[in-house]
C-alpha cells in the first residue's frame, strides 16, 4: 500500500468521496468547509465555507448538499454552484450518519437515526423520494447499481448485509446477500461485483465479498494494513484509512 498523507490534526474530516481518479472531496468542520484534495501532490483547496451550514453530504447532479441540526433532526439544503444561495431540500427526524450518492449522481442514499432504529430514505433534486419502515439496527446503506442499495442491519447478533431494489420509486423487498453469527457491519465500499465492508464487532476487520463467487463468502484483509475503507479507485485498489503511529 501507499501512504499518500497525513492531513493537519484540528479540522475534523466529516465526509470524503473521490471526484475523479486523480481528486477527493472532503467535508470539514472547524469551521465548516468543502475541500479539495490532489493526493499525487499532496495539495489541498478550499472550495468554499458557509457559516450557516455545518456538513456537506455529497452531490445531487453536481450540486452540493448540506446539513445543521434543528432540534430533533437535520435540515437539508442544496447549494447553487460556487456556494451560492442554498435552497432548502428537507426537514428530517433524526440523524443522518452516512449518505451516499448513486452512481448515475442523480439520487443520494441516506441512513437516518432514532435511537436503535434507522431509516432509509432516498433525496432527489426535489426532495425525498421514498423512505423505507424504521429498521431495527440499521447500520450502513450503499449503492449496488443506480436501481439498487445494499444495507447492513444487526449490532451483536446475526449481522446481515441486504439487497433492496427500487421498484416504481420505492424500495421493494429485500434479499439476504451475506450473514455471520455475531459481529457489527459498519462502513461499505462497492465496485463492481466487490463489496468491502467493515466488522467492527470486537476488533476492526475489513472483508472483501466477490458476488461472481458461489455462496457470497468473505475474504478477510489484513488488520495491521486495513482499519477502515474510504473508497475504490477502480475494481481491484481501494483507498483505506488507518491511526498513523
Do not use: K, M
Not at 481528486?23 to 469551521?31: D, Y
Not at 430533533?72 to 440523524?95: F, I, M
Amino acid at each position: 500500500g501507499q501512504t499518500w498523507s497525513r492531513l493537519a490534526a484540528g479540522h475534523p474530516i466529516h465526509r470524503v468521496e473521490f471526484v475523479d481518479g486523480d481528486r477527493l472531496r472532503f467535508g470539514q468542520t472547524l469551521p465548516f468547509a468543502v475541500v479539495e484534495w490532489t493526493p499525487a501532490t499532496d495539495a489541498t483547496r478550499a472550495l468554499w465555507q458557509r457559516a450557516d451550514w455545518e456538513r456537506w453530504l455529497g452531490q445531487l447532479d453536481g450540486q452540493d448538499v448540506v446539513a445543521r441540526q434543528r432540534p430533533g433532526g437535520w435540515t437539508l439544503g442544496l447549494a447553487a454552484p460556487g456556494a451560492g444561495e442554498v435552497r432548502e431540500l428537507a426537514q428530517l427526524e433524526g440523524q443522518v450518519p452516512v449518505a451516499v450518492g448513486s452512481p448515475d449522481g442523480h439520487r443520494l442514499a441516506l441512513l437516518l437515526e432514532r435511537r436503535y432504529d434507522g431509516q432509509l430514505a432516498l433525496l432527489g433534486p426535489g426532495g425525498i423520494e421514498a423512505r423505507s419502515a424504521w429498521i431495527p439496527a440499521l447500520t450502513a446503506v450503499h449503492w449496488l447499481d443506480d436501481r439498487t442499495l445494499i444495507y447492513a442491519t444487526g449490532t451483536v447478533d446475526l449481522p446481515t448485509l441486504w439487497a433492496a431494489p427500487l421498484v416504481d420509486g420505492a424500495l421493494g423487498p429485500p434479499r439476504r446477500l451475506y450473514l455471520r453469527p455475531r459481529g457489527w457491519f459498519g462502513q461499505l465500499a462497492v465496485a463492481a461485483d466487490r463489496v468491502l465492508f467493515i466488522d467492527s464487532g470486537a476488533t476492526f476487520r475489513c472483508r472483501v465479498i466477490d458476488r461472481r463467487a458461489a455462496g457470497a463468502g468473505a475474504r478477510e484483509l489484513d488488520p495491521a494494513a486495513v482499519g477502515a475503507t474510504l473508497a475504490w479507485l477502480d475494481e481491484a485498489t481501494f483507498v483505506t484509512w488507518n491511526r498513523a503511529s
